[in-house]
T-cell receptor, first 115, second 114 residues
Protein backbone atom coordinates (compact mmCIF):
# COMPACT_ATOMS: atom_id res chain seq x y z
CA UNK A 1 0.00 0.00 0.00
CA UNK A 2 1.44 3.37 -0.97
CA UNK A 3 2.12 5.80 1.85
CA UNK A 4 1.08 9.42 2.21
CA UNK A 5 2.53 11.56 -0.54
CA UNK A 6 3.04 15.29 -0.50
CA UNK A 7 3.90 17.61 -3.34
CA UNK A 8 5.97 19.53 -3.87
CA UNK A 9 8.72 18.46 -1.46
CA UNK A 10 10.47 21.81 -1.54
CA UNK A 11 9.21 25.27 -2.35
CA UNK A 12 10.63 28.77 -2.28
CA UNK A 13 8.25 31.72 -2.34
CA UNK A 14 8.43 35.46 -1.82
CA UNK A 15 6.64 37.42 0.87
CA UNK A 16 3.13 38.36 -0.20
CA UNK A 17 2.70 35.46 -2.58
CA UNK A 18 0.37 32.56 -2.02
CA UNK A 19 1.10 28.85 -2.10
CA UNK A 20 -0.84 25.61 -2.46
CA UNK A 21 0.42 22.33 -1.06
CA UNK A 22 -1.01 18.95 -1.93
CA UNK A 23 -1.45 15.74 0.03
CA UNK A 24 -2.59 12.32 -1.17
CA UNK A 25 -3.60 10.07 1.74
CA UNK A 26 -3.26 6.33 1.99
CA UNK A 27 -5.92 4.62 -0.09
CA UNK A 28 -9.08 4.15 1.96
CA UNK A 29 -8.21 6.79 4.54
CA UNK A 30 -10.84 9.50 4.89
CA UNK A 31 -9.18 11.79 7.42
CA UNK A 32 -6.40 14.19 6.45
CA UNK A 33 -4.72 16.50 8.94
CA UNK A 34 -2.19 19.25 8.35
CA UNK A 35 0.59 20.36 10.68
CA UNK A 36 3.22 23.07 10.67
CA UNK A 37 6.65 22.27 12.10
CA UNK A 38 9.25 24.91 12.92
CA UNK A 39 12.41 24.67 15.03
CA UNK A 40 11.10 27.20 17.52
CA UNK A 41 7.46 26.11 17.90
CA UNK A 42 7.71 22.43 17.12
CA UNK A 43 4.68 20.73 15.61
CA UNK A 44 1.43 22.67 15.53
CA UNK A 45 -1.94 21.42 14.35
CA UNK A 46 -3.50 23.36 11.48
CA UNK A 47 -6.72 21.55 10.60
CA UNK A 48 -8.32 18.21 9.89
CA UNK A 49 -10.60 17.26 7.03
CA UNK A 50 -12.93 14.30 6.92
CA UNK A 51 -15.23 13.48 4.01
CA UNK A 52 -14.61 16.89 2.40
CA UNK A 53 -15.54 18.78 5.60
CA UNK A 54 -13.25 20.59 7.98
CA UNK A 55 -13.78 18.77 11.26
CA UNK A 56 -11.22 20.46 13.45
CA UNK A 57 -9.08 23.57 13.34
CA UNK A 58 -6.03 24.83 15.22
CA UNK A 59 -5.14 28.39 16.13
CA UNK A 60 -3.87 29.73 12.86
CA UNK A 61 -4.95 32.91 11.04
CA UNK A 62 -7.42 32.81 8.19
CA UNK A 63 -4.55 33.05 5.69
CA UNK A 64 -4.24 29.30 6.19
CA UNK A 65 -7.01 27.36 4.54
CA UNK A 66 -7.58 23.92 3.16
CA UNK A 67 -9.96 21.68 1.37
CA UNK A 68 -10.52 18.03 0.71
CA UNK A 69 -11.76 16.45 -2.47
CA UNK A 70 -14.11 13.52 -2.92
CA UNK A 71 -11.14 11.16 -3.41
CA UNK A 72 -9.80 12.31 0.02
CA UNK A 73 -6.87 14.18 -1.51
CA UNK A 74 -6.34 17.45 0.29
CA UNK A 75 -4.80 20.81 -0.46
CA UNK A 76 -3.60 23.49 1.88
CA UNK A 77 -3.35 27.11 0.85
CA UNK A 78 -1.46 29.94 2.48
CA UNK A 79 -2.15 33.42 1.19
CA UNK A 80 -0.08 36.58 1.66
CA UNK A 81 2.98 34.67 2.77
CA UNK A 82 5.07 36.00 5.65
CA UNK A 83 8.66 35.16 6.56
CA UNK A 84 7.36 33.34 9.64
CA UNK A 85 5.47 30.89 7.44
CA UNK A 86 8.76 29.22 6.53
CA UNK A 87 8.35 25.72 7.91
CA UNK A 88 7.93 22.05 7.19
CA UNK A 89 4.27 21.36 6.43
CA UNK A 90 3.24 17.83 7.25
CA UNK A 91 0.15 15.99 6.19
CA UNK A 92 -1.16 12.92 8.01
CA UNK A 93 -3.89 10.50 7.02
CA UNK A 94 -5.98 8.13 9.12
CA UNK A 95 -8.88 5.78 8.38
CA UNK A 96 -11.32 7.77 10.48
CA UNK A 97 -9.16 10.25 12.38
CA UNK A 98 -10.78 12.51 14.90
CA UNK A 99 -10.00 11.37 18.40
CA UNK A 100 -10.47 7.72 17.84
CA UNK A 101 -7.36 5.70 18.38
CA UNK A 102 -6.70 5.58 14.67
CA UNK A 103 -3.04 5.64 13.93
CA UNK A 104 -1.98 8.64 11.89
CA UNK A 105 0.42 8.13 9.02
CA UNK A 106 2.53 11.13 8.13
CA UNK A 107 3.88 12.12 4.76
CA UNK A 108 7.45 13.34 4.26
CA UNK A 109 6.38 16.98 4.33
CA UNK A 110 6.78 20.03 2.13
CA UNK A 111 9.62 22.35 3.08
CA UNK A 112 8.44 25.91 2.42
CA UNK A 113 10.92 28.77 2.47
CA UNK A 114 9.62 32.33 2.30
CA UNK A 115 12.14 35.01 1.31
CA UNK B 1 -2.77 26.86 30.07
CA UNK B 2 -2.48 23.57 28.19
CA UNK B 3 1.18 22.67 27.89
CA UNK B 4 3.37 19.68 27.16
CA UNK B 5 6.97 19.80 28.33
CA UNK B 6 9.58 17.25 27.37
CA UNK B 7 12.92 16.58 28.91
CA UNK B 8 15.73 16.40 28.29
CA UNK B 9 15.89 18.60 25.22
CA UNK B 10 18.68 16.44 23.84
CA UNK B 11 20.44 13.27 24.86
CA UNK B 12 23.50 11.37 23.72
CA UNK B 13 23.96 7.72 24.66
CA UNK B 14 26.12 4.80 23.59
CA UNK B 15 24.70 2.00 21.50
CA UNK B 16 23.28 -0.77 23.63
CA UNK B 17 22.43 1.47 26.57
CA UNK B 18 18.92 2.18 27.83
CA UNK B 19 17.38 5.62 28.16
CA UNK B 20 14.19 7.26 29.37
CA UNK B 21 12.54 10.36 27.95
CA UNK B 22 10.07 12.39 29.98
CA UNK B 23 6.83 14.16 29.11
CA UNK B 24 4.91 16.28 31.62
CA UNK B 25 1.60 17.83 30.66
CA UNK B 26 -0.98 20.20 32.05
CA UNK B 27 -3.65 19.43 29.46
CA UNK B 28 -7.20 19.17 30.65
CA UNK B 29 -9.44 17.41 29.97
CA UNK B 30 -7.18 14.59 28.86
CA UNK B 31 -8.14 12.39 25.95
CA UNK B 32 -5.03 10.45 24.98
CA UNK B 33 -1.25 10.70 24.76
CA UNK B 34 0.90 9.69 21.83
CA UNK B 35 4.63 9.26 21.36
CA UNK B 36 6.09 9.79 17.90
CA UNK B 37 9.55 9.15 16.47
CA UNK B 38 10.74 11.54 13.78
CA UNK B 39 13.86 10.81 11.77
CA UNK B 40 15.64 13.78 10.24
CA UNK B 41 13.93 14.89 7.05
CA UNK B 42 10.96 12.57 7.47
CA UNK B 43 7.46 12.73 8.93
CA UNK B 44 6.75 11.44 12.46
CA UNK B 45 5.93 7.79 12.99
CA UNK B 46 3.58 6.75 15.77
CA UNK B 47 5.13 4.59 18.51
CA UNK B 48 2.34 4.32 21.09
CA UNK B 49 -1.10 5.72 21.87
CA UNK B 50 -2.37 5.64 25.46
CA UNK B 51 -5.71 6.52 26.97
CA UNK B 52 -6.50 7.54 30.51
CA UNK B 53 -6.95 3.97 31.72
CA UNK B 54 -3.68 2.62 30.33
CA UNK B 55 -0.45 2.97 32.27
CA UNK B 56 1.97 0.93 30.14
CA UNK B 57 2.22 0.16 26.45
CA UNK B 58 5.06 -1.43 24.55
CA UNK B 59 6.14 -1.41 20.94
CA UNK B 60 9.21 -3.58 20.54
CA UNK B 61 12.08 -1.95 22.42
CA UNK B 62 9.94 1.09 23.19
CA UNK B 63 7.85 1.14 26.37
CA UNK B 64 5.65 4.09 27.26
CA UNK B 65 4.20 4.68 30.70
CA UNK B 66 1.46 7.04 31.76
CA UNK B 67 0.61 8.34 35.21
CA UNK B 68 -2.64 10.25 34.79
CA UNK B 69 -2.62 11.37 38.42
CA UNK B 70 0.71 13.17 38.19
CA UNK B 71 0.23 13.94 34.47
CA UNK B 72 3.51 12.41 33.50
CA UNK B 73 4.55 10.03 30.77
CA UNK B 74 7.85 8.44 29.92
CA UNK B 75 9.26 6.62 26.94
CA UNK B 76 11.86 3.99 27.76
CA UNK B 77 14.14 2.71 25.02
CA UNK B 78 15.87 -0.58 25.73
CA UNK B 79 19.17 -1.70 24.20
CA UNK B 80 19.45 1.36 21.98
CA UNK B 81 20.51 1.07 18.36
CA UNK B 82 22.02 3.60 15.98
CA UNK B 83 18.66 3.74 14.19
CA UNK B 84 17.06 5.10 17.35
CA UNK B 85 18.78 8.43 16.66
CA UNK B 86 15.82 10.73 16.05
CA UNK B 87 13.52 13.25 17.70
CA UNK B 88 10.84 11.88 19.99
CA UNK B 89 7.68 13.91 20.30
CA UNK B 90 4.97 13.64 22.95
CA UNK B 91 1.46 14.77 21.97
CA UNK B 92 -1.51 15.14 24.29
CA UNK B 93 -5.03 15.54 22.96
CA UNK B 94 -7.97 17.13 24.69
CA UNK B 95 -11.64 17.01 23.82
CA UNK B 96 -13.76 20.04 24.70
CA UNK B 97 -16.86 21.64 23.22
CA UNK B 98 -17.10 18.99 20.55
CA UNK B 99 -13.62 19.51 19.14
CA UNK B 100 -10.21 18.04 19.71
CA UNK B 101 -7.08 19.98 20.53
CA UNK B 102 -3.60 18.63 20.01
CA UNK B 103 -0.82 19.96 22.21
CA UNK B 104 2.67 19.00 21.10
CA UNK B 105 5.87 18.90 23.08
CA UNK B 106 8.95 20.32 21.39
CA UNK B 107 10.60 16.92 21.42
CA UNK B 108 13.74 15.25 22.70
CA UNK B 109 16.55 14.83 20.23
CA UNK B 110 18.30 11.52 20.84
CA UNK B 111 21.67 10.62 19.37
CA UNK B 112 23.00 7.09 19.71
CA UNK B 113 26.74 6.68 19.22
CA UNK B 114 28.59 3.54 18.20
Amino acid sequence: KAGVTQTPRYLIKTRGQQVTLSCSPISGHRSVSWYQQTPGQGLQFLFEYFSETQRNKGNFPGRFSGRQFSNSRSEMNVSTLELGDSALYLCASAPLGGQGLDEQYFGPGTRLTVT
Amino acid sequence: KNQVEQSPQSLIILEGKNCTLQCNYTVSPFSNLRWYKQDTGRGPVSLTIMTFSENTKSNGRYTATLDADTKQSSLHITASQLSDSASYICVVSSFTSGTYKYIFGTGTRLKVLA
